[in-house]
T-cell receptor, first 112, second 112 residues
Framework: GENVEQHPSTLSVQEGDSAVIKCTYS??????FPWYKQELGKRPQLIID?????GEKKDQRIAVTLNKTAKHFSLHITETQPEDSAVYFC???????????FGRGTSLIVHP | DTGVSQDPRHKITKRGQNVTFRCDPI?????LYWYRQTLGQGPEFLTY????????KSRLLSDRFSAERPKGSFSTLEIQRTEQGDSAMYLC??????????FGPGTRLTVT
C-alpha cells in the first residue's frame, strides 16, 4: 500500500517568515495530494490540494508543489501569521482508490 | 450547522465495556469514512462506506470493531470489549465526490 513520509515533525518560525513542509510518497500511481490543517482541539480542514496533472497550485499565501518523478510534494506558506499555528497533514491517494494515506503531521508554531 | 457531526464528543469507559459512536455526514454525501487518530499521528483509515455498502476495511481493524450505515445516512462505529490501546480520537469524514473530505469534530475515547 501507499506510504507517506512527512517532515519535519515540528517547525518553528517567526511571524512573517516562510514555512515549508515536505512529504514523500511511495506509490507512483498516486494522483491526488491534499493538505489538511488541524488547529488544537478542532477537526482537520482541507486547505489546498493538487492533482497529478498539475505541478504547482497557489491560493493566496499558501502553495503546493508536486514532483512526480521524485514522488514528493511540498506545502509552502509565505508571510506566516500566528493564526497559521496548527498541525498540518499531507495525504496521498492512489488512482482508483477512495482512501487517502496521511502523513504523521507537522506542528507549525509561528512566534509573534 | 450543516457540517459533519459526531456523538458523543467524549467517552470514558472501562476496559472490557462496549462503546458505540455515531456520525452524521453532510446531507447527500454518499461516501463516509471512519479514521482513528492518536497523538502525534495522522488519521489512520479504519473503514469506508458508499451509501449503505461497506466497501473497504483496514487490515489493521480488529474484529472487535464493527461499523454500519443502515440507510446510507448516519453511521455507527462499535467497539466491543474495549482495550486501553483503543484510546484515541475517532474521526468521521464524508464526501460527495472523489476529492475533498469533510471531517467531523471527532469522538475522544478514553479506556481506563
Amino acid at each position: 500500500g501507499e506510504n507517506v513520509e512527512q517532515h519535519p515533525s515540528t517547525l518553528s518560525v517567526q511571524e512573517g517568515d516562510s514555512a515549508v513542509i515536505k512529504c514523500t510518497y511511495s506509490d507512483s500511481a498516486s494522483n491526488y495530494f491534499p493538505w489538511y490543517k488541524q488547529e488544537l482541539g478542532k477537526r482537520p480542514q482541507l486547505i489546498i490540494d493538487i492533482r497529478s496533472n498539475v505541478g504547482e497550485k497557489k491560493d493566496q499565501r499558501i502553495a503546493v508543489t508536486l514532483n512526480k518523478t521524485a514522488k514528493h510534494f511540498s506545502l509552502h506558506i509565505t508571510e506566516t501569521q500566528p493564526e497559521d499555528s496548527a498541525v498540518y497533514f499531507c495525504a496521498a491517494r492512489t488512482g482508483g482508490s477512495y482512501i487517502p494515506t496521511f502523513g504523521r503531521g507537522t506542528s507549525l508554531i509561528v512566534h509573534p | 450547522d450543516t457540517g459533519v457531526s459526531q456523538d458523543p464528543r467524549h467517552k470514558i469507559t472501562k476496559r472490557g465495556q462496549n462503546v458505540t459512536f455515531r456520525c452524521d455526514p453532510i446531507s447527500e454525501h454518499n461516501r463516509l469514512y471512519w479514521y482513528r487518530q492518536t497523538l502525534g499521528q495522522g488519521p489512520e483509515f479504519l473503514t469506508y462506506f458508499q451509501n449503505e455498502a461497506q466497501l473497504e476495511k483496514s487490515r489493521l481493524l480488529s474484529d472487535r470493531f464493527s461499523a454500519e450505515r443502515p440507510k446510507g445516512s448516519f453511521s455507527t462505529l462499535e467497539i466491543q470489549r474495549t482495550e486501553q490501546g483503543d484510546s484515541a480520537m475517532y474521526l468521521c469524514a464524508s464526501t460527495a465526490d472523489y476529492y475533498e473530505q469533510y471531517f467531523g469534530p471527532g469522538t475522544r475515547l478514553t479506556v481506563t
